[in-house]
């Protein structure tokens, strides 16, 4: 562009938006414009806003107090505000799970089985059912007696030998985790899925004519084809687990043990109404996910190193 | 490759970003919101002057008072003509639901016919109203839900002075700032126990406890004796189990002026006073009862709409909660005549205390256009004292000299007292304690009673190391107010 206005300096700027330069920033600032203002009127400004309650004291009605970095010392001295974050251990040992046994199906779903569409249909069923409903589905299905307790009786297990799924503190929280466990893998599935359909069919037939078997096939063809869809994921998995929520919220209302992050984020900025101190944990939250984020990426460009060459 | 790599990681962190953003946007968009709302109200001010401007020739021409009326000044029956159009919102979904709202408003419609009311019913009230509240566009009439009350004049219409309403009607001292009311109860509740007849009866009790250990030794009878659950404690709930604080000051100790005035002053508020009475008492009935299995099963997955029909049938012994709750337990199962009510399980100094109170309160939008306001103010002096809804709800009477519901036999010879408000000054001193402390008596502190109920069950706690714990944070919050300690 600076060359073409060295060139012909004179034009003014009615002629220069009528040429073709002219048309394709407009073109371009047109289509964006919408977009940005979308992005910034709905996310960056309600956060930047977010950052600047963090620093005051305040509720959401009536006068607000500067405290500078205070509340951000009370996010890491409180013991229930950063001692959730243990809990998120909890969700990420689920979300290992979660993804092992998504890719496991998803491997298989990839390769001709009986009925293959029913059984994906099946499993990415959880996923379109809404998080609330979800909640009140497991409320009752963990209650004594009721939906899991009788499966399992028919299993032969006997009631006084099974566990309070909700009420015992060394299980409520793999219950919940479950639950979401439950919700996801289908939908990280299919994603796999997806990725493991675009492997060129001919490279199987390659690799068995080499004699490689099916885990040799799946180690050296589907998980490097997979491999960006596969780091998404684990992305998505690990900084979901960090900022679970729903499962506890509607379950069991974050009582007993079972309040992560946001459940007691919700807690302080709601019923006790200490917005400040409640969007200084969200700015820690961000600030983890990014750090844990950066970790990952770090951690698997190691991994695929070989790849690479 | 290296493009696709770059655009994933992009996307990646863009998609986190908004995962994370996501918490916080919710209340940052209330906020801004509200502050939108403050900045245009400068052109609603303008606005309505136009609009009063064109009023007051209305009001010459129809020779009425340009001013709204006070409370007790206004008779409704001289504004049957009055042309508005209101809108009310609420809590009471159930009884938008079952067309109880709609019967009314029909009612009040036969008398004001003019008056349109639009009613809204909000499921998650404390919560919504309080959004609602900060945008300043929620309509005319709502119930006040968790403000301080420095801020009452800035979002609601006084309805009269202290002075004048409280020689009609009971309890309206809960929202008065400085003389003024900004709201008046739609009904009262009386904080006491709800209990199954038939059960007591087959349990083999005779006479209604009056102390915690006798409260306790009756729950022992109902499991040795019943199948029923002795106390169900409600705590998947949460609200439920909040529901306990109403009992502390007048029930407590007898003294009404303790829950506004004395109890933030107070150094230690969790101490054993030795004779079966005070705060330490009513926690501990909750402590003891789980740690000797008097309660449900599994107290993690109770369920508040089942438990209704529950305690109707027999199969619950008792609950702690306001009589609010008893008309719904009544309704909800084919033996009402054996839901009974009765005062709290503690006596001080030889007599039994209920502690009454206003439910919700009704109050005018400040910023609702004059007419609007005449109408509101017209439409709840009619729900206060035409519509009966605080006798249909088995609530105590609002209105001065009105009729009880039976249920409240049982309170005969109890001292029925209400809690006195803060003094001059310290209005703001409760709420600010609460949000302090994060112990929240009376204000959803639902937590701090699950609290006890698992420390209880699973043994994880002495009740003496709760109410120590209590007691630090109560005094760190006083320190870091600045509110003395007096007693």
């Given at each position: ?5 060295s060139?012909?300096?004179?034009r003014?700027?009615g002629?220069?938006?009528?040429s073709?330069?002219?048309?394709k920033?407009?073109v371009?600032?047109a ?11 709905f ?6 806003e977010?950052?600047r309650?963090s ?6 009605v009536?006068?607000?107090?500067f405290?500078g ?5 009370k996010v890491f001295s409180r013991k229930d505000?950063f001692?959730?974050?243990k809990?998120?251990?909890y969700y990420?040992g689920g ?5 092992t ?8 779903l990839?390769?001709?089985?009986k009925?293959g569409?029913?059984f994906k249909g099946?499993?990415f ?9 979800i909640?009140f589905?497991?409320?009752?299905f963990?209650?004594?007696?009721f ?6 009786q028919?299993c ?10 909700l009420?015992?503190r ?5 219950s919940l985790?479950g639950?979401?466990v439950w919700r996801?893998?289908g939908?990280n599935?299919?994603?796999f899925?997806?990725?493991?359909m ?10 068995m004519l080499?004699?490689?078997n ?9 998980l490097?084809s997979?491999?960006t869809?596969?780091v998404?994921?684990v ?5 979901g687990s960090?900022s679970?929520?729903?499962?506890p ?11 992560t992050y946001?459940v007691v984020m919700?807690?302080?900025a709601?019923t006790?109404?200490?917005v ?7 700015v820690?939250?961000?600030i983890?996910i990014f ?14 190193r070989?790849?690479?060459? | 490759?290296?493009l696709?790599?770059?655009l994933a990681?992009c996307?990646a ?6 995962l994370a ?7 940052a968009v209330?906020?801004?919101?509200e502050?939108?709302a403050q900045s245009t ?5 303008t606005a309505?002057e136009?609009q009063?401007e064109?009023?007051?020739?209305k ?11 006070t409370?007790?000044?206004?008779d409704i029956s ?5 042309e508005a159009s209101?809108?009310?919102l609420?809590h009471?979904t159930?009884r938008a639901e079952?067309?109880?709202?709609d019967k ?8 004001f016919?003019?008056i349109?009311v639009e009613m ?18 929620w ?5 006040i839900?968790a403000v301080d009350k420095s801020d009452?004049a800035?979002y609601?219409?006084?309805?009269d002075t202290?002075d004048?309403?409280s020689q ?16 008046i109860p739609y ?5 006491g126990v ?16 009056t102390t915690p ?5 009756d729950l022992k009878l109902?499991k040795d004796?019943?199948?029923?659950i ?5 705590y998947?709930a949460g609200w ?7 009992y502390?000051g007048?029930v407590?100790?007898?003294d009404n002026t303790?829950?506004?005035q ?7 508020p969790f101490?054993d006073?030795?004779?079966d009475t005070?705060?330490?008492n ?7 009862a789980?740690?000797?299995g008097l309660?449900?099963d599994d107290?993690?997955t109770?369920d508040w709409?089942g438990?209704k029909?529950?305690?109707n ?13 008893f ?14 009510y009765?005062p709290?399980?503690m006596t001080?100094?030889g ?8 439910d919700?309160?009704?109050?005018i939008n ?7 306001k005449?109408a509101?103010l017209?439409f709840?002096?009619w729900?206060v004292e035409?519509?009966?809804w605080?006798f249909?709800?088995g ?12 249920m409240?036999?049982?309170f005969?010879g109890?001292?029925v007292t209400?809690?006195?408000p803060?003094k001059?000054?310290?209005?703001t001193?409760l ?5 302090e402390?994060?112990?929240s ?11 006890i109920?698992?420390a209880a069950?699973n043994?994880?706690?002495k009740?003496d190391d709760?109410?120590?714990?209590w007691?630090?944070k109560w005094?760190a919050?006083?320190?870091e107010l600045?509110?003395?300690v007096d007693?």
């Amino acid at each position: 562009m600076t060359k073409n206005v060295s060139v012909n300096n004179k034009r003014t700027f009615g002629e220069w938006l009528r040429s073709r330069d002219g048309q394709k920033v407009l073109v371009m600032f047109a289509f964006l414009i919408l977009p940005m203002v979308l992005l910034m009127v709905f996310t960056y400004i309600p956060f930047a806003e977010m950052v600047r309650y963090s620093f005051y004291n305040m509720k959401y009605v009536g006068a607000r107090k500067f405290v500078g970095l205070k509340n951000y010392i009370k996010v890491f001295s409180r013991k229930d505000c950063f001692g959730a974050l243990k809990l998120s251990l909890y969700y990420m040992g689920g979300s290992v799970v979660q993804l092992t046994l998504a890719l496991y199906l998803a491997t298989i779903l990839s390769f001709k089985v009986k009925g293959g569409n029913l059984f994906k249909g099946f499993m990415f069923f959880p996923f379109l059912i809404n998080g609330i409903a979800i909640g009140f589905i497991f409320k009752f299905f963990y209650t004594r007696g009721f939906v899991f307790d009788t499966v399992l009786q028919w299993c032969g297990f006997e009631l006084d030998n099974l566990p309070y799924w909700l009420k015992d503190r060394s299980i409520n929280n793999i219950s919940l985790v479950g639950t979401s466990v439950w919700r996801y893998f289908g939908q990280n599935m299919v994603l796999f899925i997806g990725a493991i359909m675009s492997v060129d069919g001919e490279l199987y037939e390659a690799a068995m004519l080499d004699g490689a078997n099916r885990f040799q096939q799946f180690k050296y063809i589907i998980l490097p084809s997979i491999k960006t869809i596969f780091v998404l994921n684990v992305i998505l998995s690990i900084s979901g687990s960090l900022s679970a929520f729903e499962p506890p919220y509607v379950i069991t209302d974050g009582a007993n043990g079972t309040g992560t992050y946001f459940v007691v984020m919700h807690e302080i900025a709601h019923t006790q109404q200490k917005v400040g101190l409640a969007s200084a944990m969200a700015v820690v939250l961000l600030i983890i996910i990014f750090i844990v984020t950066i970790l990952q990426k770090l951690f698997f460009k190691y991994i695929f190193r070989n790849n690479e060459q | 490759m290296k493009l696709k790599k770059v655009l994933a990681l992009c996307l990646a962190s863009v998609m986190v970003f908004s995962l994370a953003a996501c918490g916080g946007t919710a209340e940052a968009v209330s906020e801004t919101a509200e502050e939108s709302a403050q900045s245009t109200e400068a052109e609603d001010t303008t606005a309505e002057e136009t609009q009063e401007e064109a009023e007051e020739v209305k009001a010459e021409a129809s020779d009425a008072a340009g001013e709204v009326p006070t409370y007790t000044q206004l008779d409704i029956s001289k504004y049957s003509d009055v042309e508005a159009s209101i809108k009310f919102l609420h809590h009471k979904t159930d009884r938008a639901e079952d067309g109880t709202m709609d019967k009314m408003v029909a009612q009040f419609n036969s008398e004001f016919p003019n008056i349109k009311v639009e009613m809204e019913a909000v499921t998650d009230y404390a919560e919504d109203s309080l959004l609602r509240l900060s945008t300043g566009d929620w309509g005319d009439v709502m119930f006040i839900p968790a403000v301080d009350k420095s801020d009452l004049a800035d979002y609601f219409m006084p309805l009269d002075t202290l002075d004048n309403l409280s020689q009609q009607l009971n309890f309206v001292d809960q929202w008065e700032y400085e003389g003024q009311c900004y709201g008046i109860p739609y009904m009262a509740n009386a904080q006491g126990v709800l209990y199954n007849k038939a059960v007591f009866k087959d349990a083999g009790i005779d006479k209604l406890p009056t102390t915690p250990s006798e409260f306790l030794d009756d729950l022992k009878l109902i499991k040795d004796n019943t199948d029923a659950i002795p106390l169900y404690t409600n705590y998947a709930a949460g609200w439920t189990m909040g529901a306990w604080d109403a009992y502390i000051g007048i029930v407590t100790n007898g003294d009404n002026t303790y829950m506004n005035q004395k109890f933030v002053h107070t150094a230690s508020p969790f101490t054993d006073p030795g004779d079966d009475t005070g705060i330490y008492n009513l926690y501990r009935i909750l402590y003891d009862a789980v740690a000797n299995g008097l309660i449900e099963d599994d107290y993690t997955t109770t369920d508040w709409e089942g438990c209704k029909g529950m305690l109707n049938r027999g199969e619950i012994g008792t609950m702690v909660l306001g009589s609010w709750a008893f008309a719904q337990m009544q309704e909800a199962g084919d033996t009402p005549e054996n839901v009974g009510y009765m005062p709290f399980p503690m006596t001080v100094g030889g007599k039994q205390y209920v502690a009454a109170g206003g439910d919700y309160n009704y109050c005018i939008n400040v910023k609702a256009s004059e007419e609007n306001k005449l109408a509101s103010l017209i439409f709840i002096k009619w729900m206060v004292e035409k519509s009966d809804w605080c006798f249909n709800e088995g609530g105590y009477t609002v209105v001065k000299g009105g009729k009880n519901p039976d249920m409240y036999a049982a309170f005969d010879g109890c001292e029925v007292t209400s809690d006195q408000p803060a003094k001059a000054g310290e209005e703001t001193y409760l709420n600010d304690m609460n949000a302090e402390s994060e112990l929240s008596f009376n204000a959803g502190g639902n937590d701090k009673v699950q609290r006890i109920v698992e420390a209880a069950a699973n043994g994880s706690e002495k009740l003496d190391d709760i109410y120590a714990d209590w007691t630090e944070k109560w005094n760190a919050a006083q320190e870091e107010l600045g509110i003395s300690v007096d007693f």
